[in-house]
């Protein structure tokens, strides 16, 4: 395993034929799910104007893809640690694409419910098996530019979900719309044949053969054939793969670190970019009015991602969580004193997203540097399983906090706005003082020396 990660990670770092070939099928499974997301948010009128939904339903309604999300990760999790990556990416889209085809053929308010569900568990999956094989498939002197280019496909997917929301589907009903999109279930036949498994996984489970012909090809897609192409799975110790008690500690310790994150990320991320806006819009400017305006934050998520891809190498993911928090958090609070309009509204909203898009670059970098890639699976499907519970809480919550306990817009900034810069404080501290990152042992040579690198810069 050591061996396959020392010839992966002397690779040069540039964007070669292989990695821009990665980086493009990817992303496009990575957009695809951006775009059915965002169709399903606009088109949700249209759907509850076809279907009755009574009240209980229509709250579990909004909260269904959350709950499918969060076992998704958990369930899909395990399957990228027992069967691999590839497999969980190309599993995960088939079920998300099977929601969308019983969504079309729905008629009753369960069967809306089960399709939402399903896709949620689909997109659960892809979160977690998308990232990590990327990040699997990566140098580590490059991993922080590819998952910042990754996550920019998220802007993009956005902007195809608007215009199938749009224009698409007021003319071809929501119905065939959806119909259409679950035909996306084809593009896994794309990623069988296109996107090679984690060679960092093929290693970890004694599959060394397929690991070592996966990394010749990329050596010389690469252009490169070092000596280190004939080295032996035997030139390197043989590794433990049993943890003791100490390292135990110490993955119990990255789970909750990254669970904290994971939770704020997700909750502040809802409320400064979504709900905020949504309230200033009961006296002032309507971000999400057009589709035009709602495009702007499209393209702010892929600003705030190519953003990170150019910071993230210099300063490294828990320097720039800090920064970027603070810098999210400060314009959103300013933006709940300016007066709502129009162009102040659209300024504001534009930077807040750009700012969350380069965190949630810096979480989904932070992630799995800071796992062994035995349980990296696991772990990061844990951390997406609470935070969209905790999403789901927060959806029965947040109505509470402006009608009943009457809270000013000006005052929720300031809570979640302050809970994301603390958080982000604490854990830039806690792993920089006491907290060492958690990273498997064939990564553990490469990852040290960058993290004393991002720390003394």
């Known amino acids: ?159 195809l979900g608007l215009a199938l929301a749009y224009v698409v589907a007021p003319k071809l009903q929501w119905r065939s719309t959806y119909f259409g999109t679950s035909g996306l279930v084809l593009y896994t036949f794309v990623l069988h044949f296109m996107v090679p498994e984690s060679p960092r996984w093929l290693a970890s489970v004694g599959r060394t053969d397929e690991a070592c012909a996966i990394v010749e090809k990329m050596e010389q897609s690469c252009g490169q054939v070092e000596a280190l192409q004939s080295t032996s799975v035997q030139d390197f110790p043989a590794l433990e793969t049993k943890l003791s008690r100490i390292q135990e500690l110490q993955r119990l310790n990255s789970t909750l670190i990254l669970g904290i994150m994971w939770i ?14 949504t309230l200033i819009s009961l006296n002032g400017y309507n971000m999400f009015a057009s589709w035009t305006t709602t495009s702007l934050l499209e393209i702010a998520q892929v600003v ?62 932070y992630t799995p540097l800071h796992m062994k890639v035995m349980y990296r699976g696991r772990g990061m499907g844990y951390a997406i399983g609470v935070s969209r519970l905790a999403a789901v809480g927060g959806q029965f919550i947040y109505p509470y906090m402006f009608n009943t306990w009457m809270l000013s817009v000006s005052m929720i900034c300031w ?22 990152p958690l990273s498997q042992e064939d990564d553990a040579i490469s990852l040290t020396e960058r993290e004393e690198i991002w720390r003394t810069n």
């Open 1 to 159: 395993m050591r061996c396959t990660d020392v010839r992966l990670d002397s690779l040069e770092p540039r964007l070669s034929g292989f990695y821009l070939k990665l980086l493009l099928f990817t992303g496009v499974s990575w957009a695809i799910q951006a775009a059915e997301l965002v169709l399903l948010f606009f088109t949700r009128v249209l759907v509850t104007q076809d279907i009755k939904i009574g009240t209980p339903v229509l709250e579990m309604f909004e909260v269904s893809i959350l709950v499918g999300s969060a076992f998704g990760g958990l369930i899909f999790g395990q399957i990228a640690d027992k069967l691999g990556r590839r497999v969980a990416l190309i599993t995960s889209m088939v079920f998300s694409s099977a929601g969308f085809a019983i969504l079309a053929y729905a008629n009753v308010s369960d069967i809306l419910l089960l399709g939402r569900v399903i896709i949620g568990l689909g997109f659960g999956g892809q979160l977690v098996s998308t990232f990590l094989l990327v990040f699997e498939l990566t140098p580590s002197s490059m991993t922080s530019r590819m998952i910042a280019f990754i996550n920019a496909f998220t802007g993009l997917g956005g902007l």
């Open 264 to 277: 704020t990320m997700t909750v502040s991320t809802y409320i400064l970019g979504i709900y905020i806006p």
């Open 304 to 365: 705030g991602s190519i953003t990170g891809a150019t910071v993230l190498d210099t300063y490294g993911p828990s320097r720039c969580f800090v920064i970027f928090a603070i810098l999210a958090a400060t314009l959103s609070i300013w933006l709940s004193y300016m007066p709502w309009s129009c162009i102040v509204v659209i300024f504001f909203s534009f930077f807040v997203t750009a700012f969350l898009s380069v965190c949630w670059s810096c979480v989904l970098l």
């Open 415 to 436: 809570i979640f706005g302050g809970l994301l810069i603390v958080v982000a404080v604490l854990i830039h501290i806690v792993s920089h003082i006491n907290y060492h």
